[in-house]
């Protein structure tokens, strides 16, 4: 009895934890706190004395697989220069990437930028809230060989600002919590725009016309009412070889893939039902005629088909979304921030990143004040053009101060300026002055804007 009995805790202790796990990963803020504490750990392992070293080391790994015959007449190494911090910024990320894009199609076709007087505002927002930090950015670096970084501070990351709102509660209007989500999805496109024109290297047309030549044709396909899925992924593999060779960056062939995924699912509305109801039937007919526990093994098979009618029934874009998000959440997003988030503070003179110099310029006053200044002011003020002008409509509910404060929730830029900082500078020193910028511009982003809504909420209650 007691065996039976300590059983019986084991499996509800089991229960319960799974069902907080559960819990927690569906909260929208997790995501934020998983990269928060990535970060805290990168940056430990990047300046205790006992993993620094190992920790720079792990990251310069070489992981090209190199084939050599034994008269030297065939040497072939791939994929090319592919070292572990490679691996996460140009292979794992393009999962990030080709879930950002499938993101941004759901939201064109079907979400708050799929009509004109949706998109306007948060899409004008976007514009501004990119502009006003790129901006900020040259005019402290204007002239300098760090004046290639301006991209650096545009970019907002949703997981941050978003996982912030939720934690909030209802202080904030749901109306703005929808503005502030698709301003983001419009920042990530304009940030892959960015990262497409002005970071990438010496393009090979001849391979980035092989790419663009499979893409047409997985469009063709698409068109054609092709919704295999192995039809799709497997040429993304290729495609995703020939960015990576072609000096395009690798990442943008998962935004592009993105775009030819079907959204249009294999059977419609009326067709499902149909077979849903021929299945019921059948099922009901098995059950009347066979005492054994439900299900048996007919039932099982036409459960089968039940899950086979229902997948089919939802479009291959959602599907994949939907697959992916949690893995990009949880594995590839934390993985990205302990790759890249490290940065050795004696190699930026203990925080002295403001410093301005004719050989760098102040990459750090224009990242920090790009995100804390810049895109707030850039938000708020092609908002308030756009509300003024009558191109677009206040979201309801809301008030002006309040959108200010949202908009100083933009300024948070973690996962993009990062990824765009490494892109963006040759030199280490400049790009760890990026990260730290980054770092402390998105943190005091993400306090004055929490601060501004408790204020203005309960200025608002009052």
Partial sequence: MARLF????????????????????????????????????????????????????????????????????????????????KFVNDVLMVVFFFTVGLEIKREVLYGQLSSVRKAILPVLAAAGGMIAPAVIFTLFNHGTPAANGWGIPTATDIAFAVGILSMLGDRVPVSLKIFLTALAVADDLGAILVIALFYGGHVELALLGIAIAIMIGLFFLQRRGETRMV??????????????????????????????????????????????????????????????????????FYLRCMRSFASGSVGMSYRLENALSPYVTFLIMPVFALANAGVPIASVEYFDIFRISPQIG??????FFGLLVGKPLGIFLASWIAVKTKLAVMPEGASWRMLLAVACLG????????????????????????????????????????????????????
């Fill in 231 to 300: 039809f799709y992924l497997v040429p993304a593999i290729v495609v995703w070889g020939l960015f990576y060779y072609s000096g395009v960056h690798a990442t943008i062939s998962g935004v592009a893939m993105a775009m030819v995924i079907p959204s249009k699912p294999r059977y419609n509305k009326e067709f499902f039902e149909s077979k849903l109801q021929d299945i019921r039937k059948l099922i009901a007919d098995v059950r009347a005629t066979d005492e054994e526990e439900f299900p048996n093994e007919d039932q099982r």
């Fill in 6 to 85: 300590s059983m019986y805790r084991w499996v509800r202790k089991r229960y319960e934890f799974d069902e907080r796990w559960r819990r927690f990963v569906e909260a929208p803020w997790a995501g934020g706190v998983v990269l928060l504490v990535c970060v805290a750990i990168a940056m430990l392992l990047a300046n205790m004395p006992l993993t620094a070293d190992y920790y720079e080391h792990f990251l310069k790994t070489d992981l090209s697989l190199r084939i050599v015959s034994p008269d030297g007449l065939i040497d072939w190494t791939f994929p090319r220069e592919m070292t572990v911090e």
């Fill in 362 to 367: 102040a990459v750090g006053m224009g990242v």
């Fill in 411 to 462: 300024g948070i830029g973690f996962t993009m300026s990062i990824f765009v900082d490494s892109l963006a500078f040759g030199q280490p020193e400049l790009v760890d002055r990026g990260k730290i910028a980054i770092l402390m511009g998105s943190s005091a982003a993400a306090v004055l804007g929490s601060l501004l809504i408790f204020l203005f909420s309960k200025k608002n209650e009052r």
